[in-house]
Every structure is written in C-alpha cells, then in structure tokens.
C-alpha cells in the first residue's frame, strides 16, 4: 500500500523526524528524511485481532509546499484498514488541521511568542500511537532521564511486545494490555525495572484487560475528569495525566507547569535571572491558555 500526503501548511517535516529520531520506536535513515515506524491496526476491539504494520514516511516536500509518500508493510490490508490506517496517521502526525494557523494568529501580539513560532514555524504536535501505548511510555519515562527510559522501553517491547523483521530492520511493538497483565515484577526487574514502576505498568495492563480502566471512554471526559480519575491508579500522578492528554488525546490547553524543561525553556524565552516556579509558570500562560500544550511544543522544542 502506498500513498501522497500533502499536509497542509506550514508544515516541518524535518522538524517533526527530528522530534520523532530520539523517540523508542522510530528509525529515521541516514539522510534523515524517512522516518519508520510500526503501528496496530486496532479496528476491532479483540487483541487477536490487532494488525501490526511497518509505515515509512518519505518527505518529499518543504514546509510549504510539504508533501509526504507514505508506504505500508506487511499483511495484505482491507479497505477499511486501509482507511482506520489512513486516519490514525492524518491525527497522529496533524496531517489536514488548520490548528498552527490560528495558534499563530493567537501569540502573533506577544513578540517572545511570534519569534519562537517563526524560528519553529510548521512544527506540529505529534501524538503517541494510542492512548495505551502513551500511558505506558509515559510512566516508564517519570523521573528518568531521557536515554535510560528509552531504552527501558525498548527492552520491555524487545522482550515481551512485538518485534518486526523489515527490510533489515526490527520494528518494535510494546506489550499488548493482556500481554503486559501476565508480566511479574521480577520479570521486569531483570530489564531494570525498579520494582514501583514494574507494579505500575502491570497495573496498567490488567486494569486495560479486564475492562477495569476503560482508556476509551476516559478520552471523552474533559481534562479535570481525566486527571480526576487516571490519578486514582497507582504510580501516576498529574505529570503523567498531563502528559498523556497532551500527547495522546493532543489536547490544545495543557502547561505542565512542573516540568523542569519547560521551566528551563520559558526562562531562556523571557531571559530570566532564575528559573520561574511552576506557579509563575502557570501565571504566565494564562493569556494563552486554550493554547499551552502548543507554546509546550514549542517552548521543548526551542531547547534543541
């Protein structure tokens, strides 16, 4: 299967592989602009019924006038795979939204804000392949740094997910809820797993298996009932819940004013003497709040 994609723009697709290179399970190419992955097809509910394929995006184009080859691996797919497929990457990577266009107009007053969107200009938000997925991630990352999380990651989806064989490659795959649900603590300490964050994310798996933590219907309620109700579960805090609704759900108005990064960015942004507090943080944003997962992105994004 292979298909053109024509974003629209402004839309950095160079930005978004270089974004995506430090992530678990992307490979980009040495000319750095392919990026690869594998995906779920996930149209039907059972796990036996989940199609694992490889995509490869090629950029073909520039941030205006962007245009992006998309190919598929794997099993023969049938149409309406075709299209969950095709669906799943327009959202996943903000392929046909006009969002960038009106964050721009929202900041475009705030000259820190309209200089750090045209030195980023086209950089869309990226989301998590599911929900599910996300939240894993995003537990094994809490209070680690970057390279020892990620490769956490790719030791539990080397060991106990998926791996994909293709064109010389392994893709990897994290551990299905029921498969992740089987895991024991010990198990995962051997993979370096400190023994909270094990019990955390088997947690996670056999509340999702059992139909316990219904992560579908948990989208549809508005942040604070999200973070009211994910926050219940062991090992997950409101970083976390934050987290998961920026890159997972793409929320517009998420500040997770405690992260040390986006401290760091707004006092470079601002040209503080100190780093502001997760108070003044919040203060800060509230001019633009119904756009504070994109000043984020961006506010991460000016630390490269």
């Keep these: ?65 962007p245009r ?33 266009e009106r964050f721009y107009d929202a900041v475009q007053s705030y000259e820190p804000l309209r200089r750090l969107t045209c ?19 995003t537990i094994i990352q809490q209070q680690l740094n970057f390279s020892f999380s990620r490769q956490l990651a790719k030791n539990l989806a080397r060991f106990y997910g998926q791996s994909i064989a293709c064109d010389g490659r392994e893709y990897l795959l994290l551990p299905t809820p029921s498969e992740l649900a089987r895991l024991s603590v010990d198990e995962l300490r051997q993979l370096k797993f400190s023994a909270r964050k094990a019990e955390y994310i088997i947690n996670v798996g056999r509340k999702v298996a059992s139909g316990e933590l219904k992560l579908e219907e ?49 006092q470079k942004l601002e040209q503080l003497e100190k780093r502001p507090t997760p108070e003044e943080c919040r203060e800060w944003v509230k001019p633009y709040a119904d756009w504070a997962s994109y000043i984020t992105i961006y506010l991460w994004g000016s630390l490269d």
């Design 218 to 266: 948990l989208a549809q309620l508005d942040n604070e009932g999200f973070i009211e109700r994910i926050t219940r579960e062991k090992g997950i805090g409101l970083w976390t819940a934050e987290c998961v609704l920026l890159f997972c759900l793409a929320r517009p108005n998420l500040f997770p004013a405690a992260d040390i990064g986006l401290r760091n960015a707004l």
């Design 119 to 137: 030195q980023l200009r086209g950089f869309p938000l990226v989301q998590d392949e599911e929900i599910y997925e996300g939240l894993v991630q």
């Design 68 to 100: 992006i080859r998309v190919t598929v691996k794997g099993s023969p797919l049938t149409e309406a795979d075709q299209k969950w497929l095709q669906r799943h990457l327009n959202q996943r990577f903000q392929w046909q939204t006009d969002v960038l």
């Design 1 to 65: 299967m292979e298909f053109v994609v024509q974003p629209r723009p402004p839309y950095d697709f160079t930005r978004v592989i270089q974004r995506c290179m430090r992530e678990p399970f992307y490979h980009v190419n040495e000319e750095g602009e392919e990026l690869s992955f594998a995906v779920r097809i996930k149209r039907r509910p059972g796990e036996e019924d989940w199609q694992p394929v490889v995509c490869i995006l090629a950029n073909e184009g520039t941030v205006d006038t």
